[in-house]
């Protein structure tokens, strides 16, 4: 596997279920993060892990959980999810210092039922 | 407050001309600009780049303008080709921001024969 990896890319739950998403990079990056897509709109930054701690959260709600257990993984736990958080959720990593190009994963459609 | 704003949604264009994509910013610290090519199902993928010190960047079919005191940047292709067609996304970032990106809306290109 090379670049950055996402699993599921489709995912349907309900507003109880509890899931999660995660995100694999093979590139030997330092810092990973999560963006949330939603139609029409830019990309949210929702995340952001340097050297496994995080170091940016957006202002995202607590029902949105991240987990960076190495440099190489990333997990967003989903849980009692509403249906406005149906999105696009997008994975990406890049070298930790500023003005590095990030690399995307190919995204995980989420459709809270 | 919308900081990097692409206000074409949709751009048509011939195989062969020149494609002319737009970007504003309004947040004067921004001092690094990335273009980011999107096909469907796929995540976005790094297309160029251009530091705040330079006005034009190229790098074969791509060059990025860079207009600092209109705010303003602009992608160029060319000549564009059918294998263009894909929504690009604008996206800045700033000294002292760490690694935060700060996209547009997209706009979706579509390069007709």
């Known amino acids: 596997e090379t670049g950055v990896t996402q699993t599921p890319r489709h995912l349907v739950m309900g507003m109880t279920n509890k899931k999660s998403l995660k995100c694999e990079q093979h590139?030997?990056?330092?810092?990973m993060y999560w963006y949330k897509q939603s139609a029409k709109k830019p990309l949210e930054l929702m995340f952001v892990y340097n050297f496994k701690e995080q170091t940016e959260n957006n202002s995202v709600p607590s029902r949105f959980s991240p987990e960076c257990p190495n440099s190489s993984h990333l997990f967003l736990h989903l849980h009692t999810l509403q249906p406005e958080d149906s999105a696009l959720y997008l994975c990406?990593?890049?070298?930790?210092?500023?003005?590095?190009?990030?690399?995307f994963g190919p995204g995980t459609r989420l459709t809270v039922t | 407050d919308q900081q990097v704003k692409q206000n074409s949604p949709s751009l048509s264009v011939q195989e062969g001309r020149i494609s002319i994509l737009n970007c504003d910013y309004t947040?004067?610290?921004?001092?690094?600009f990335l273009w980011y090519k999107k096909y469907p199902a796929e995540g976005p993928t790094f297309l160029i780049s251009i530091s705040s010190i330079k006005d034009k960047n190229e790098d074969g079919r791509f060059t990025v303008f860079l207009n600092k005191s209109a705010k303003h940047l602009s992608l160029h292709i060319v000549p564009s080709q059918p294998g263009d067609s894909a929504v690009y996304f604008c996206a800045a970032s700033m000294a002292g921001g760490g690694n935060k990106l700060t996209f547009g809306t997209g706009t979706q290109l579509k390069v007709e024969l």
């Open positions: 947040n004067s610290m921004f001092d690094y």
């Open positions: 990406a990593s890049s070298q930790t210092h500023a003005n590095y190009e990030q690399y």
């Open positions: 590139l030997g990056h330092n810092a």
